[in-house]
């Protein structure tokens, strides 16, 4: 028979060599799908999303009658995440450790929005300032504890990825004016490791027997 999991988790990044001296630290959070294949292998694909950076400036709208009028700028730096691979342990009754690894995609993206000039305060307006991917590799391990009647398992975990040789990406105070009020983008480039610190639940689907779900 074979079982499928849905492991959701919150994660706090903390950089490693060269990053650790531009950014301190990422939170976000991450999900996706684990399959036992059979005995303790399980086969397993995620996705993840992390904020290592946000600003807010308080500015006029534009020149002239504009000026009149200020806004809120919100530049936001963001790195999305996936990958696809296998770990050793999976989802049971009783307490069990996993380790496995994954090969796939970081994204290393800063935007800004525009928002504050209308009653919602929703954004009218965004753009992405930079944005760079690179290859990834992460090395994964844990503890699954069950609650719920082992229907779930509390996820604690721990993963290191490799984020690529060079990879260009943008801090707080990267982004400038020049004196004559353009915009001037002063991107970082180094290697983007992240030791990711996890704490989430994975939910047991079921068992795939002979064709049929059945229930744990």
């Not at 036992?36 to 009658?65: E, W």
């Not at 999305?80 to 989802?91: I, M, S, T």
């Not at 009653?119 to 690179?134: I, K, M, Q, R, Y």
Request: proline share 4%; net charge negative; glycine share 18%.
């Amino acid at each position: 028979y074979s079982s499928v999991s849905v492991p959701l988790a919150i994660q706090v990044g903390l950089p490693q060599g060269a990053f650790a001296e531009n950014v301190s630290v990422a939170g976000g959070f991450g999900g996706g799908i684990l399959w036992s294949v059979g005995g303790l292998v399980g086969l397993r694909a995620d996705l993840g999303v992390s904020i290592y950076g946000s600003d807010t400036r308080r500015v006029p709208l534009g020149g002239g009658a504009l000026g009149l009028v200020n806004v809120d700028v919100t530049t936001t730096n963001t790195i999305f995440n996936g990958g696809v691979g296998a770990q050793l342990g999976v989802p049971g009754r009783t307490i069990s450790p996993y380790l496995g690894g994954e090969i796939g995609f970081s994204s290393f993206m800063t935007s800004s929005s525009v928002s504050g000039a209308n009653s919602s305060d929703e954004p009218f307006a965004s753009s992405t300032n930079l944005s760079d991917g690179t290859f990834a590799k992460t090395v994964l391990g844990g503890l699954y504890v069950p609650i719920a009647g082992g229907k779930a398992m509390l996820d604690l975990g721990v993963r290191h990825t490799w984020n690529g040789e060079r990879v260009r990406y943008l801090t707080e105070g990267d982004i400038s004016e020049d004196v004559n009020g353009d915009i001037v983008l002063s991107p970082r480039e180094s290697r983007a490791d992240l030791l990711t610190i996890t704490l989430g639940v994975t939910l047991r689907l079921g068992d795939q027997v002979e064709g049929g779900m059945k229930s744990q």
